[in-house]
């Protein structure tokens, strides 16, 4: 098979992170509709994560907040948002890139994006720019790290 | 399970589109690189369609073309894409909006999307507003026009 140039895994990655944005400026400019809630989950070394000390302490790799009856101040950017939770009775302010976000599950309606973000955990060596790297979504609320170079298949469930 | 208020499922096919966009206008700046084709099929009685009379009538339905070798004055704008296409020997011009699109095939790295339309040709009754549409993308290249209302399966795959 010939060498996917035009790199449909990570257009097909940003589009769907395009969803997940969208998700949430419904949710900031509208609150959540009906039963929906949201579960974020994202890495919380990745830059231009905005954590206090004690948290970024807590969740050193990854961290799940949930946006269902709690929260406040959300605001969506381009390629951010914002948000205050509340973690054993004291807010705290969050920011997170969409490029740190690994999943975003809506259980109301068991739907579910996964996101292979760029960094891989268990690959630190530098990977071949010719090997595609895991960049298209999948379903599974798991955090799948392990590294597909040669195949992979990407899916999303809805309903 | 709760209503999807949110419509996931028209996000998706919406970004998906998008993703068939961001193909579209790099080959219409930078030509298809490497071995990269497409095949678009889209539904040739679709509002905005334009088509001459000969290729109406011979495609009353759907139309699929491929943008490999020979295809001219490719343009891409928001909601639709114009190209033109020789067929027994003539050009033709075509201008198709991402809407009439059923689905969008690259053989070179077995990339595809399929995309469920608004209107269904087997189920021409109104539905209700809350049962969900077939809205999502799918990977195969048949199009499927039955309608699943209760559940659905959408799938990606790529390479």
């Known amino acids: 098979m010939a060498d ?4 449909y895994d990570r257009m097909v990655e940003g589009a769907l992170l395009g969803v997940v944005q969208e998700a949430l400026k419904l949710a900031a400019s509208e609150g959540l509709p009906g039963e929906h809630h949201f579960f974020l989950t994202f890495r ?4 231009g994560v905005e954590l206090e000390d004690s948290l ?3 969740y050193p790799e990854e961290m799940t907040i949930i946006l269902q009856h709690q929260f406040w101040d959300l605001f969506v950017d381009d390629d951010r948002f914002g948000v205050t939770l509340s973690f054993n009775n004291r807010p705290h302010n969050l920011v997170v890139p969409f490029a ?8 109301s309606v068991k739907f579910g994006l996964q996101f292979n973000v760029a960094v891989e955990k268990t690959a630190p060596a530098p990977v071949p720019a010719t090997v595609p790297q ?3 979504p999948e379903t599974s609320r798991e955090a799948t790290e ?3 170079s040669e195949e992979h298949t990407s899916e999303l469930q809805s309903h």
Do not use: G, H, I, Y
Not at 44 to 47: D, K, L, N, S
């Open 56 to 58: 970024q302490a807590q």
């Open 44 to 47: 919380t070394q990745a830059p």
């Open 146 to 148: 392990t590294s597909r």
């Open 4 to 7: 996917d140039l035009l790199k």
């Open 134 to 136: 895991k960049a298209a």
């Open 100 to 107: 740190a976000l690994t999943s975003f599950v809506d259980p």
